[in-house]
């Protein structure tokens, strides 16, 4: 007998627990390293380095705790969201309630992506590709665009963001380090970790023949958690990322768009006409949801 989706479900809090101090571990890493090089040019990597894992925590972590697959015990994906959702602004009631709509509609008025990549400009007749994707989210336009998105509702959602944000704050300013908090937490944030969330919601869907894009490029899939594995996500969302890769070889390794990076997925944006591509999106929910 084959191999069945079933095969790779599985919930191991360990993993998940390793995971996020890989994540954590790396941001302080990293920012010991720059406090300690003192350079301008090494900060500016700093800033990327930090956000490409505050993306992996506060994206793909969080990502899997709203289907309760980064924690075993069921309870702990929402009460653990101090580690990979607060620190973002989010919660992961909220990050859920809207990632819902998005595999229950994907491609249709109530998901959210589509809406999206309209404002971005992606359905605009005269778009110029090469802006959108590699200039636009890193003029700060792609922070002020999530920022703007950002709700402190309901209210028992709001009083916990501002709740950690009031003591993060406050224990940064009690120890004198209000600086690094700017430095090595929000400047990476708005710069770095935003344009990877855009070029990543991007990446998933916009110009996706079936509807969904995976990129299977292995340095991205390494630094993310296997975010990449976007195709066989939608198609069976109770599957771990520690397990995407091999479901995907085993399950549907030639099925949705595939990408082998960051230039791939460039090439396959522009392939298509703001109609074409709307339309695309219109039929793609009952294809790749």
């Known amino acids: 007998m084959g191999a069945r989706p079933k095969d790779f479900v599985e919930r191991d809090g360990f993993r998940g627990a390793l995971a996020l101090l890989r994540d954590w571990g790396a941001i302080l890493l990293v920012a010991a390293l720059s406090v300690r090089a003192d350079s301008l040019a090494v900060y500016a990597l700093s800033v990327w380095a930090i956000g490409c894992f505050q993306f992996a925590i506060g994206e793909a972590l969080l990502h899997e705790a709203s289907h309760y697959n980064l924690f075993g015990r069921r309870r702990w994906n929402d009460d653990l969201e101090f580690l990979y959702a607060l620190p973002f602004f989010k919660t992961v009631a909220g990050f859920r309630s809207e990632h819902a709509r998005h595999h229950l509609r994907l491609g249709g008025d109530e998901d959210h992506v589509v809406a999206d990549y309209e404002r971005f400009g992606f359905f605009e007749p005269d778009r110029n590709i090469f802006w959108l994707w590699f ?69 998933d869907h916009y110009n996706a023949v079936c509807g969904t894009r995976s990129n299977l490029n292995p340095l991205a899939n390494l630094l993310t958690h296997n975010n990449g594995y976007h195709f066989v996500h939608h198609k069976y969302p109770t599957i771990p990322w520690f397990n995407l890769r091999q479901a995907h070889n085993t399950l549907c390794p030639e099925a949705g768009d595939i990408s082998h990076g960051f230039l791939d997925t460039y090439r396959q944006l522009k392939s298509a006409s703001p109609h074409e591509t709307r339309r695309t999106h219109r039929g793609a929910g009952s294809d790749a949801a």
């Open 135 to 203: 200039v636009k989210p890193v003029t700060g336009y792609a922070f002020f665009y999530y920022v703007r998105g950002l709700s402190l509702l309901p209210f028992k959602s709001g009083v916990k963001v501002v709740a950690f944000w009031a003591l993060a704050v406050f224990g940064f300013w009690h120890f004198g380090g209000l600086r690094f908090l700017l430095l090595y937490w929000v400047i990476p944030y708005a710069l770095s970790y935003c344009s990877f969330l855009y070029w990543s919601e991007v990446r």
